[in-house]
């Protein structure tokens, strides 16, 4: 019994969770965050009170890192800007049938629209210096289907392209060394 219980509590040991042992960020300054001014350079003003709303929610479950309000003193910045969102097409499906349309173009209508958008970012160390840590980019996307109400599928397609962009920012910033 003895010979089977040693390497089975080093096998425990050394398989566990690498959060749990030690702190998970590369970088100790990034433990507390501060969302800063988001510059929304877009057509869609609703996506920067989503992108806050989803970067918060994403900051406040990562292991390691936590998010303030205020005017904390003592936390980074991070400030954001959104460049203009890129709709393009698809995917198409045939709608009408040969009889129904005056030439072949008019076969085929788009069912399904994709939007992108890139968000830079800067960390700014805390006030009063205000130096620039890092700085970087970032790409998300969401797909909107094509429905008779089209300000219903956008703003679903808003809400996942900020959480998506929210759920980058993050990755992207707890890997900062």
Known sequence: MSKIC???????????CAYHCGAPLADQRLQTLRIGDIDNLSSESSLTPLLKNALA????????????????????????????????SLA???????????????????????????????IYTPEPEQKLLYFGAVNGQADLPKMHDREVALQSAMRQLAIDLANALTLEISEKK
Do not use: H
């Open 92 to 122: 198409r499906a045939k709608l009408r049938e040969k009889d129904e349309r005056d030439y072949e173009g008019d076969a085929y209508q788009t069912v399904l629209y994709r939007i992108q958008t890139r968000v830079e970012y800067g």
């Open 57 to 88: 929610e994403r900051i406040a479950k990562e292991p390691g890192m936590r998010l303030v309000s205020g005017d904390n003193d003592q936390a980074c910045v991070l400030q954001m800007r959104i460049s203009d969102l890129d709709n393009r």
């Open 6 to 16: 040693f390497p089975l509590l080093a096998l425990l040991f050394f398989c566990s």
